[in-house]
T-cell receptor
Framework: GAVVSQHPSWVICKSGTSVKIECRSLDFQATTMFWYRQFPKQSLMLMATSNEGSKATYEQGVEKDKFLINHASLTLSTLTVTSAHPEDSSFYIC???????????????FGPGTRLTVL | RKEVEQDPGPFNVPEGATVAFNCTYSNSASQSFFWYRQDCRKEPKLLMSVYSSGNEDGRFTAQLNRASQYISLLIRDSKLSDSATYLCAVNTDKLIFGTGTRLQVFP
């Protein structure tokens, strides 16, 4: 399958700081990228959907001013958690979807996730 | 009501057992359906897509019932390595996950 990378894989920061997480599609062009959040023992919750070159669409209850998403190119999307607080500590996972020729259009490929801990 | 619902488990089964997971979804416009496997502290990995005609991949069989809006996954001859959380996912224009069902296979 396609390869999606995330950086960093884990980060620990102080309350009030901002953290940027990168998601890259390494061998295909991702027309759409998705950001999920997963708290311990819970499922993946979709936070937002971003299409290259346009504003992200946020799910209900997700603050767009707190979770800034930029999808500036077909291979890179970034999620910035602004003024992070301990309750933002979670596992953030991106996924990417795009035309890879023979692969299913609907298939999403997941990054390995970023574990954020806010002290 | 959640868009996608699963029994969270855990299911504790001995090696060699057959175990079945069910999942229901609320959006009748859903287009495609999947089962993912997630190991602890890892990203989900696609296990298999689910089709109305039913599909099988080795010990794994998936089924979709559009009329009743549920998806099932059957695992035969469970292995210790099958221990994980199994997530069903439903796609319209975005992929929505169920809460996941934890499976623990013991010797």
């Amino acid at each position: 399958g396609a390869v999606v990378s995330q950086h960093p894989s884990w980060v620990i920061c102080k309350s009030g700081t901002s953290v940027k997480i990168e998601c890259r599609s390494l061998d295909f062009q991702a027309t759409t990228m998705f950001w999920y959040r997963q708290f311990p023992k819970q499922s993946l919750m979709l936070m937002a959907t971003s299409n290259e070159g346009s504003k992200a669409t946020y799910e209900q209850g997700v603050e767009k001013d707190k979770f800034l998403i930029n999808h500036a190119s077909l291979t890179l999307s970034t999620l910035t958690v602004t003024s992070a607080h301990p309750e933002d500590s979670s596992f953030y996972i991106c996924s990417a979807r795009g035309d890879r020729g023979r692969s299913s259009y609907n298939e999403q490929f997941f990054g390995p996730g970023t574990r954020l801990t806010v002290l | 009501r959640k868009e996608v619902e699963q029994d969270p488990g855990p299911f504790n089964v001995p090696e060699g057992a057959t175990v079945a997971f069910n999942c229901t979804y609320s959006n009748s416009a859903s287009q495609s359906f999947f089962w993912y496997r997630q190991d602890c502290r890892k990203e989900p990995k696609l296990l298999m897509s689910v089709y109305s005609s039913g599909n099988e991949d080795g010990r794994f069989t998936a089924q979709l019932n559009r009329a009743s809006q549920y998806i099932s996954l059957l695992i035969r001859d469970s292995k210790l390595s099958d221990s994980a959380t199994y997530l069903c996912a439903v796609n319209t224009d975005k992929l929505i996950f169920g809460t996941g069902t934890r499976l623990q296979v013991f010797p």
